[in-house]
């Protein structure tokens, strides 16, 4: 069975504030991919970033960074110097098959206050 | 193209009437899919098509819903006799093709309100 939990409901920052959301997901495959969505107020899911399960470097493309540790199985998604554009909810997702084909987790409310 | 679309954004029917959602994928996309959100929780997925070919169908698809892709192109789901727990956002999906397998493009959903 595969699942992804991601424990904060809501986090709330104060602009320019670093802030990190934790995923932790479970799988028996061996190959899957690990996927980070943001959702605005206006509800279309938008593509952030994909990692394989065999790739453990951490990424960083601009004010976002992703830290994936396959020993804690954890892809956790920090967002530096916070804006009020990024304000929304952001998901956590595994994908085992075709990459659209995904378990996403709860999602994490993300507020950002000037 | 300006990416997957989805009519109507928003529907609100009597319980026990039969809905109609539309999605029509990004042109190249061979792979599409249907997911349910409900309030407060992450996309559920439902279904997905490689060209108008259903290849997998989650229990949570039950018996009322059902989804066609005829032609490969656009998709419909359609909810029999709804009931007040359909109330959810459904979203469309598209992706490219097995062998270009890409992450997948949503549309900006239909939100259902059964009363």
């Known amino acids: 069975a595969q699942k992804v939990t991601q424990a904060q409901t809501e986090i709330s920052v104060v602009e320019k504030e670093d802030v990190t959301l934790d995923c932790v997901y479970e799988?028996?495959?061996?190959?899957?991919?690990l996927f980070w969505y943001k959702q605005p107020p206006s509800g279309e899911l938008v593509f952030l970033i994909r990692?394989?399960?065999?790739?453990?470097q951490n990424e960083i493309s601009g004010r976002y960074s992703w830290n994936f540790q396959k020993s804690t199985s954890s892809f956790n998604f920090t967002i530096t110097a916070s804006q009020v554009v990024d304000s929304a909810v952001y998901f956590c997702a595994l994908a085992t098959d075709s990459w659209g084909k995904l378990q996403f987790g709860a999602g994490t409310q993300v507020v950002v206050t000037p | 193209d300006t990416g997957v679309s989805q009519n109507p954004r928003h529907k609100i029917t009597k319980r026990g009437q039969n809905v109609t959602f539309r999605c029509d994928p990004i042109?190249?996309?061979?792979?599409l899919y249907w997911y349910r959100q409900t309030l407060g929780q992450g996309p559920e997925f439902l279904t997905y098509?490689?060209?108008?070919?259903?290849?997998?169908k989650s229990r949570l698809l039950s018996d009322r819903f059902s989804a066609e892709r005829p032609k490969g192109s656009f998709s419909t789901l359609e909810i029999q006799r709804t009931e007040q727990g359909d109330s959810a956002m459904y979203l469309c999906a598209s992706s490219q093709p097995r062998e270009m397998d890409t992450e997948a493009f949503f549309g900006q959903g239909t939100r259902l309100t059964v009363v």
């Open positions: 990692r394989n399960s065999f790739d453990e």
């Open positions: 098509f490689q060209n108008e070919a259903q290849l997998e």
């Open positions: 042109s190249e996309h061979n792979r």
């Open positions: 799988t028996r495959d061996t190959t899957y991919y």
